[in-house]
């Protein structure tokens, strides 16, 4: 069952309602984890809005999201500061990449609830890239609107994920490139490269292979990951945040017995080189079977660059999963720490990407069936009293 259909709210003492859920009919304990939907019982639409805007992409499903009641239909969005991946995202790029993605998918879900959402970004003056101050990325004013349309991605927001299994190899047709080129408007911030030459994809399969290699050879950073890998369903429901084999498409016995075999957070994190070898092999083989690449590049980099940019790549992957296609984000060779930054500049050459430009996403794109949904915390949990 993998139809986030079924959302039960519950009250919290504090006055600030939680959201949880359950899977109705659903058998297995373990599969009831995380956020599966909004409520069509409770009648507080930031709640109803926040409870979709979670199910976004996000780094590595840290949720990175602090967010303050400003009034009967308004709140602010803050960066969680203890919600950053600081030694592979050094300079929290992706992390506002996520605030974006964040508020794209609010804004969608308050205009199918009927609502305009309106995005007041930095009301308190943006910080610059070098530094994480605690002042909103973005005020949200939800506004009632009787006529507003409904943005078609909206019947998407339940089914978008991050596919990372292996694909089959069929790349996207041209009617398909050009539908999604059309999707990310003209008046972008970034542009949208994307590309099924056969030499591209040799060399890409190359640079992301060589990337996940360099990731997984210092002990901090794979430290980091370690911390977000979530080694079995009883982590899951734990901690409702991060990944597991499970987005990788592994699922049944085969689950049961790397979970158990070959995988422990102990053995893990004791000596992480049998996971960072398992990483690079499946990097590999993911690359490999993927007809098709892409990448979002921008001119700028400011933080409200990175929160536009999270916003468009949303809309994206949202409009990929309406044509029943999937993808996958690969950011090792876009990020910022020393040791990846000669093979980025050899990335960048090779793809004529100009020294001043920004690769902000670079993605796989192709045809696999869905994946388990990564797990999501409780709306109350990004609520700040
Ligand atoms: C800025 C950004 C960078 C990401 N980089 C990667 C990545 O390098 N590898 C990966 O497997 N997923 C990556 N993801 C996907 C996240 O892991 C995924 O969005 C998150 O786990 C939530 O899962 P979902 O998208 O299926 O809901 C990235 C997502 C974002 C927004």
Redesign the pocket.
């Known amino acids: 069952m993998n139809r986030r259909n079924f959302i039960k709210i519950t009250g919290l003492p504090i006055g600030v309602m939680a959201l949880s859920s359950h899977r109705r009919g659903c058998s297995n304990p373990t599969e009831d984890y995380g956020w599966n939907g909004p409520s069509l019982e409770q009648d507080d639409i930031r709640l109803s809005v926040l409870a979709y805007a979670m ?1 976004c ?5 840290k949720q990175p999201w602090v967010i303050e009641l400003t009034g009967p239909s308004s709140f602010d969005l803050y960066v969680d500061a203890n919600r950053l991946l600081p030694e592979t995202d050094p300079y929290y790029r ?1 992390i506002h ?2 605030q974006g ?1 964040f508020l794209e998918t609010l804004v969608i879900a308050a205009s199918g609830l009927g609502y305009d959402a309106q995005i007041h970004y930095y009301p308190k003056g943006m910080y610059s890239n070098s530094e994480l101050l605690d002042k909103p990325v973005a005020s949200v004013s939800l506004l009632k609107n009787e006529n507003i349309e409904t943005d078609p991605l909206f019947a998407q927001l339940l089914k ?3 596919n ?1 299994r292996e694909y089959d190899g069929v790349g996207m047709t041209n009617l398909q490139i050009d539908l999604l080129k059309k999707t990310h408007s003209q008046d972008s911030k970034s542009e949208l490269i994307i590309t099924d030459e056969k030499e591209h994809r040799k060399s890409l399969v190359s640079y992301l292979t060589q990337a996940m290699q360099i990731e997984v050879g210092n002990i901090d950073r794979d430290r980091e990951t370690i911390r977000m890998f979530r080694f079995n369903d009883d982590e899951v429901a734990k901690y409702r945040d991060g ?1 597991g084999v499970a ?1 990788s498409g592994v699922s049944g016995i085969k689950k049961i017995m790397i979970e158990n075999i070959f995988l422990s957070r102990e053995g893990t994190e004791a000596d992480p080189r049998y996971f960072g070898e398992q990483a690079v092999d499946m990097t590999k083989k993911a690359a490999e079977s993927s007809g098709t690449f892409g990448w979002l590049k921008s001119e700028g980099n400011t933080r409200l660059d990175q929160v536009l940019v ?1 916003r468009e ?1 949303c809309r994206i992957n949202l409009q990929i999963t309406a044509i029943g296609l999937v993808m ?5 060779i876009l990020q910022e720490y020393e040791d990846m930054l000669p093979l980025q500049t050899q990335f960048k050459g090779t793809f004529d990407v100009k020294d001043s430009e920004t690769v902000q ?1 670079l993605f796989r794109l192709g045809h696999a069936k869905p994946t388990t ?2 797990p999501r915390r409780l709306v109350s949990q990004l609520i700040r009293l």
Do not use: A, D, E, V
């Open positions: 199910l992409p996000n780094p590595h499903n992706q990449i996520g993605t978008r994920q991050s990372k990944f987005q999270g790549y996958h984000p690969m950011s090792q996403m949904h990564s």
